[in-house]
């Protein structure tokens, strides 16, 4: 089955990415890979060990398979982290894309947005037009997470029939909020301590 396979691929993903939070773990980064995928077909009570873990992460979103992948290339030192503006059209970018989503399934609003991904058409559209604007800024992850699950949901590589599952997820969400909080805290915090240096 499909998600079989999504899980074992979130279970590595996400595990090499918190194992590399650790510093301790740097001069072992290659052998971690096979190691977690070897791990993740672990059985327990006759399920691989991943599926237990995406019983709490449920599918993750294509576009959060491929942040998780980038981070990862980075810690491996295949390619380079973002820079600080492209972190925040990142972030700009997907948290809106969660702003418009997630209220409306909360209950706080009347209209639904979820509906419009059974019908893309026209999300497509925008999406599209979202990556062009990213080619010109020369965000190039901003570019592989809208393309790469476009074209997952153009060959339902998910289970689900909906546009949005593929765009955006709960953990997407919430690094958006976290990561966004942390930068705003951070430009704040700096010219006041520029201003407590120069008294």
């Not at 992948?69 to 059209?89: E, Y």
């Not at 976290?178 to 008294?199: E, Y």
Request: glycine share 6%.
């Amino acid at each position: 089955m499909l998600w079989f396979w999504q899980a074992h691929l979130s279970f590595v993903l996400l595990g090499f990415v918190a194992l590399c939070a650790l510093r301790f773990t740097a001069p072992w980064r290659p052998w971690l890979l096979p190691v977690l995928v070897a791990v993740s077909f672990i059985p327990v009570n006759e399920l691989p060990l991943a599926a237990y873990v995406r019983s709490f992460t449920d599918d993750l979103a294509i576009s959060t398979l491929v942040l998780l992948a980038w981070v990862g290339l980075c810690r491996l030192g295949v390619v380079q982290p973002l820079g600080r503006q492209h972190q925040v059209q990142l972030l700009m970018l997907f948290g809106a894309l969660s702003l418009l989503l997630y209220p409306a399934t909360l209950g706080l609003t009347y209209f639904d947005p979820y509906r419009w991904g059974f019908n893309p058409r026209p999300m497509i559209v925008l999406v599209g037009a979202m990556a062009l604007l990213m080619v010109a800024l020369r965000n190039q992850l901003a570019v592989w997470m809208l393309a790469v699950g476009t074209l997952a949901f153009a060959l339902r590589l998910k289970a689900s029939e909906n546009y949005w599952d593929y765009l955006v997820d709960p953990l997407l969400t919430g690094y958006c909020l976290v990561a966004g909080t942390w930068l705003l805290i951070g430009a704040a915090w700096r010219p006041l301590l520029k201003w407590h240096r120069g008294q």
